[in-house]
């Protein structure tokens, strides 16, 4: 089927036709070499034995394909490049099979009579292009069928073949002169009886003149003159100027929507351009998609009896251009509002779309307001019942997002209810779209702000210091991901290419990594804190050799201060792959230390201190009791040894420090009370024998001992369960 209007039939019956051989006496007219972009498209390669390259050869071609029936062959010799090109193998056949009939009928100019050059005719020196092959006298109207020279783009080749407006004339020619088989009954002054005689201005010679004139009426406002353009014998004669009237501005308007732009394919022949599917009457002058609603505008010839012949919208088009319009018009606007208004075009939208459209943003702002701030008081007055605080934080924020989808939501519904052409509507959906994917960005951000708003209270209530600096360091790197992944995500699903994008992005992100590897890497080191959270702020830690409190965690570094009360600052990619030690984090401080006993100490004395020193330790209500060593240890170099082992009940250094002098004072006067000494770091030279330290009170203990020993009191290895205390 043809897609555009490319056919017309002949203008008028041929009265009295007079066929005749022979190209008739006129005057000479010269034509310009014509190029034409590729003459074998959609019939395939020429015969390589078809000698096209003179006139009298293409002609004899010509006759000789008739003769024998190849109408094939035959198609090759007509320029059939107003066809629409899938129709061109099946109409070419048909078309030369016409004119075979046609010249069976005539005498057509004979082979010898016409020029062997290839320049063709020479006159005065000139070529003229063109050689008549067959001459038609209608009335006082000489018809000819031409021969000419075409230069062919694509192959380079200059055949002589019959022109397009010869091809054009071909079916009405065959219909009249054959099938009629005489003069065509009496025309009628009018086709519209109720317009009266067409004026004689009008002008619809062919199918292109006939829209282009209705265009020119209807943008004009005369709906009168418009309605001449349209075949209305199906309404009564005193119906027919209103009827035409709306039916021209409905045209119009479906015109103006579907084909805003001229008709410059269809045809300028008054014949017009065969088409396979129509009556060579007709030429379709629009076939279009729209909407899924198929469009198929026609136009027909008709005779007038003053001799004109006139191209005007009827039939069918006609018939179901109401239905059309209910489905595809511009509804009551298109009935009520000038014309100009419609036929007023900048960027493919109409002066009236434009207006619309500016009203209905204005319209869309004020809905998104209002929509915004009553879907966060519904959602807010349910978020009332909940028992999360979390939540009444966090709705008022998606004010802005959802006005901003409710925006979007409404320019999309625009592009349908203003009826915009493909192109614009296209535009209006995918700026939707990517204010809607903004609107879902956005909100996923304030979800962002809510969260850290209310983590920041929870750290805020547990003075957390670490959770504190955390959050808005988490805050500045999920933002900008999620800004640029729905930005990424946005543009594609606007139609543009991401990829070269995500590829910059990726060559970008490795130069920004080699370029900031330290930087990168302290980023990442304070994520690892953040979720690791070996320390808070306010923790005395000890990285490496380094000690102190800390003060401050950053995106970059942790600052610590010493006890001299100098500020260290550690990068966080370093600290994160060091040992970190927590003193801060410790539940009990242990308290260990050995006492030095001198040699002159007797065993029984080292056994009553042992005793006395657990009982101490054990009553003492700061030395936790779920472990505590006390032993004599072994004979050093010097003195015997007795290891202390101990743990106290506190995280706090400065208490832990008043605990450890209170014990170790305790024991020194354990020591006294024992008369133990403790040993020096030193050696004795005894030059003399003398008297071991008080010997009386070494027997006195010996005595105690043994008889402690003996009732079982003593508390070694281990004190008895029922006597330690609980």
């Known amino acids: 089927m043809l897609r555009g209007p490319r056919r017309s039939w002949l203008t008028g019956a041929l009265l009295g036709g007079l066929l005749c051989g022979g190209a008739a006496a006129e005057e000479v007219q010269y034509l310009e070499d014509k190029l034409e972009p590729d003459l074998s498209a959609g019939l395939g390669p020429a015969p390589a034995d078809l000698d096209r390259s003179t006139p009298r050869r293409a002609w004899s071609a010509v006759l000789a394909a008739c003769g024998t029936g190849s109408t094939g062959r035959g198609a090759h010799l007509l320029n059939l490049l107003q066809l629409p090109e899938p129709d061109r193998a099946t109409m070419g056949p048909v078309l030369f099979g016409q004119l075979c009939e046609l010249l069976a009928r005539a005498e057509p100019a004979a082979p010898a009579g ?30 000819s069928l031409w021969l000419r020279r075409y230069t062919d783009q694509r192959s380079g080749a200059r055949p002589w073949l019959l022109t397009r407006q010869s091809v054009s004339m071909l079916p009405a020619l065959h219909r009249d002169l054959l099938q009629a088989g005489g003069p065509r009954g009496e025309a009628p002054a009018a086709v519209n009886l109720g317009l009266g005689v067409p004026a004689a201005e009008l002008r619809a010679a062919n199918p292109r003149e006939a829209v282009h004139s209705f265009r020119q009426a209807w943008e004009d406002n005369d709906l009168r003159r418009a309605a001449e353009l349209l075949d209305l014998r199906a ?7 209103g009827m035409g009237a709306e039916l021209s501005r409905r045209l119009g308007l479906l015109l103006m929507r579907a084909h805003p732009g001229p008709f410059l394919g269809l045809s300028n022949d008054p014949d017009g351009t065969p088409e396979l599917d129509l009556p060579i009457d007709e030429e379709r002058a629009l076939h279009a998609t729209l909407s899924g609603v198929t469009i198929d505008l026609r136009l027909t010839r008709h005779r007038l009896a003053d001799g004109r012949a006139l191209w005007l919208f009827g039939g069918k088009s006609l018939a179901d251009l109401d239905a059309l319009y209910e489905q595809i018009g511009f509804g009551w606007l298109g009935d009520v509002l000038p014309t100009w208004l419609f036929s007023a075009v900048l960027l493919e939208m109409m002066a009236w779309q434009w207006v619309g459209l500016l009203l209905g943003m204005i319209l869309a702002l004020a809905l998104s307001w209002l929509l915004g701030r009553l879907a966060c008081g519904a959602l807010g007055a349910v978020a009332r019942w909940t028992r999360w605080a979390w939540d009444d934080e966090l709705l008022p924020r998606f004010r802005g997002p959802i006005g901003l989808a409710v925006f979007a939501l409404c ?22 779209r990517f204010l809607a994917l903004l609107a879902l960005g956005w909100l996923g951000m304030r979800i962002l702000d809510g969260m850290a708003a209310s983590l920041l209270k929870v750290f805020r209530a547990r003075q957390d210091e670490l959770g504190l600096a955390m959050i808005p360091v988490g805050r500045r790197v999920l933002k900008p991901v999620l800004g640029g992944v729905v930005l990424i995500v946005a543009l594609q699903n606007v139609g543009l290419d991401v990829s070269g994008l995500l590829a910059g992005l990726g060559i970008g992100g490795l130069a920004l990594a ?19 959270r070996p320390f808070k702020v306010g923790d005395y830690v000890q990285v490496g050799d380094l000690a102190g409190t800390v003060e401050d965690v950053g995106l970059r570094s942790t600052r610590l201060r010493t006890v001299e009360r100098t500020l260290i600052t550690i990068p966080n990619g370093q600290l994160a792959d060091s040992r970190v030690q927590n003193f801060s984090a410790r539940d009990r401080i242990r308290l260990a230390f050995t006492l030095g006993l001198r040699y002159e100490t007797s065993l029984d004395q080292v056994r009553h201190l042992v005793d006395a020193c657990k009982r101490y330790l054990l009553s003492h209500p700061r030395v936790w009791p779920g ?10 170099s010097s003195s015997l040894d007795m290891e202390v082992f101990v743990y106290l009940a506190t995280a706090d250094f400065q208490e832990f420090t008043g605990l450890r002098e209170e014990i170790l004072l305790e024991l020194g006067r354990l020591l006294e009370e024992a008369g133990v000494q ?17 010997p009386e009170r070494a027997a006195e203990i010996g005595r105690a001992v043994q008889a402690r020993t003996e009732a079982g009191e003593l508390w070694l290895p281990e004190p008895p369960r029922a006597g330690r205390p609980p």
């Open 514 to 532: 080699l370029a900031g590897k330290t930087t990168v890497e302290n980023l990442f080191g304070s994520l690892t804190i953040a979720f690791d």
């Open 627 to 636: 472990f505590h060593r006390v032993r004599f240890v072994g004979y050093g």
């Open 114 to 143: 016409l020029s062997d050059s290839e320049l063709g005719p020479l006159v005065e020196g000139r070529p003229t292009n063109h050689e008549t092959v067959l001459s038609l006298r209608d009335g006082d109207r000489l018809r």
């Open 678 to 694: 403790l040993a020096f770091g030193s050696t004795t030279v005894y030059m003399a024998k003398d008297d071991p330290p008080a």
């Open 235 to 241: 309404w009564p004669a005193e119906e027919q100027e």
């Open 411 to 432: 320019l999309r519904l625009m592009g349908e209810v203003l009826r915009l052409a493909e192109a614009p509507e296209a535009v209006l959906a995918r700026t939707a």
